[in-house]
């Protein structure tokens, strides 16, 4: 647009849009004329508008873009424990428990616990012998890797195998004719009953499970070290384990100690529950 051969500025340009709009609200001239005479301020304030719209829009842009997207939680990555340097070579005893109160586990690991402090250049580990397959043919697949092993296992309700025995005992004597198989083996095995079951003497010598795992164990290769230990909780299983650990420490000496080592005697203290009856006075 041009008046006359000058072209119009921004100014004029706001100076007429002013002058239309308060023509078409019916502004009077007066207060049209006050809106031109005052183009400049108007523009300043336009401008001093649009710069405070431009930053707060700035703002949120610079505040949306600083935030980090939430990720994920990250899985739970179970590391498997690997055999050290320090580990290779030494000689491995893996201690079974099978168990329906924990006492035969408390039993397992007692005698872990003192065993690692007399023979401190071989590795206990303690398994509880569901957990030692996932399925029933690792059974076979593991034990044939063992070289010695020890069986703490508890004779539940009418002389049954344990909950957490149940599925071994099922494969190890309902299974096929395996032969001697077990020749790399050397076994102990220790039994927690109570002769207050109602099956208990007729089961205490052939059908009690620690019994018949020590006997198949014995037929499929396996060799004893110490003959079975039966543990009676209804007469002192305390004074039981302890008759028979002490015929399990000389068997161990011979394999787990070096020619220049002495047997170590450290103080035995079985990690089972005790309870006692304490009588208080009411005053």
Known sequence: MQIGSEKASSLDLLSVVVASLSDGYGLDSSTGNAFVENRLLIVVLSIVIVVLVGCVAIFFVWRSSGRKPVEPPKPLVVKTQMDTKEDQGKKKVTVFF??????????????????????????????????????????????????????????????????????????????????????????????LGNQQYEHFNKVWHDEIVAVVVDELLHEQGAKHIVQVGLGDDDQG?????????ELLWPELDKLLQDENETGASTPYIAAIPEYRVVFVKLE
Request: hydrophobic share 35%.
């Open 98 to 191: 099978g168990t329906q109160t924990r006492t035969a586990e408390g039993f397992a690991k007692a005698l872990a616990e003192e065993a690692k402090a007399r023979y401190p250049n071989a590795i206990f580990k303690v398994m509880d012998i569901d957990e030692y397959a996932t399925e029933d043919d690792e059974y076979e697949e593991n034990l044939k890797k063992e070289s010695l092993a020890l069986f703490f296992l508890a004779t539940y309700g009418d002389g049954e195998p344990t909950d957490n025995a149940a599925r071994f005992y099922k494969w190890f004597t309902e299974g096929k004719e395996r032969g001697t198989w077990l020749e790399n083996l050397q076994f102990g095995v220790f039994s």
């Open 237 to 245: 299983i305390e004074d039981d384990f302890s008759a028979w650990r």
